[in-house]
């Protein structure tokens, strides 16, 4: 696991209360439980079985059970679990992502004018294919080129990469998810399939 490898997504059902997660590695080598992740993510539980996803990029390479190293792999930690409160965890994954296809790009539409103007994909956009990546910031609406734009205002636009759309809702991207329409809320696996199926 580490860098070179892309984003890892990792998942869980989370029954009661609120814990923090942490990616470490695994032991068994010189760097002991190094944090593999930025920070740590927090969640707030419920009583049925949902799931909870993050995205990370890992910091270190880590081969499991490489007789070199003594690595023994990554591992996940539950911390800040408050008194009281009770973790049930039914499945937990941690898998590739395909890397972001390209880097994130800012665009600001503008219209000084006092009067609507129509506006259009600019043709250093369409050449480098990021028109369809091209969404709203406000709300992360695809932009629709043929909009119009109120006088005297504007609007923030930043690319998201296609492969990372998430159609169903249910924490799996499209590009892995291998049962597309899912209900919503439903507990599903590392690849959107409910967990019963």
Do not use: H
Not at 28 to 34: A, D, I, K, P
């Amino acid at each position: 696991m580490g860098a070179d490898c892309g984003w890892r997504s990792c998942a869980g059902y989370v029954s009661f209360g609120a814990t923090s997660v942490l990616v470490r590695r695994g032991g068994g080598g010189t760097t002991g439980y190094e944090l593999l992740m930025p920070a740590a993510e927090t969640f707030s539980g419920s009583t049925g079985l949902r799931r909870y996803s993050f995205q990370f990029q890992a910091s270190k390479t880590i081969i499991a059970n490489n007789p070199e190293t003594g690595e023994l792999g990554a591992r996940v930690d539950f911390v800040y679990i408050q008194p009281g409160t009770s973790l049930t965890v039914t499945n937990l994954e941690m898998v590739v992502l395909t890397p972001v296809e390209a880097a994130l790009q800012l665009r600001l539409l503008l219209n000084p004018s006092n009067s609507s103007t129509v506006v259009s994909c600019t043709p250093a956009d369409e050449a480098a294919n990021l028109c369809d990546k091209l969404v709203y910031m406000k709300d992360d609406r695809a932009v629709d080129w043929s909009a119009s734009i109120a006088p005297f205002s504007g609007a923030a636009l930043y690319t998201r990469d296609t492969t990372l759309v998430d159609t169903d809702a249910d924490g799996v991207p499209d590009q892995q998810d291998t049962c597309s329409g899912t209900s919503t809320g439903a507990a599903v696996n590392a690849v959107g399939c409910g967990i019963d199926q």
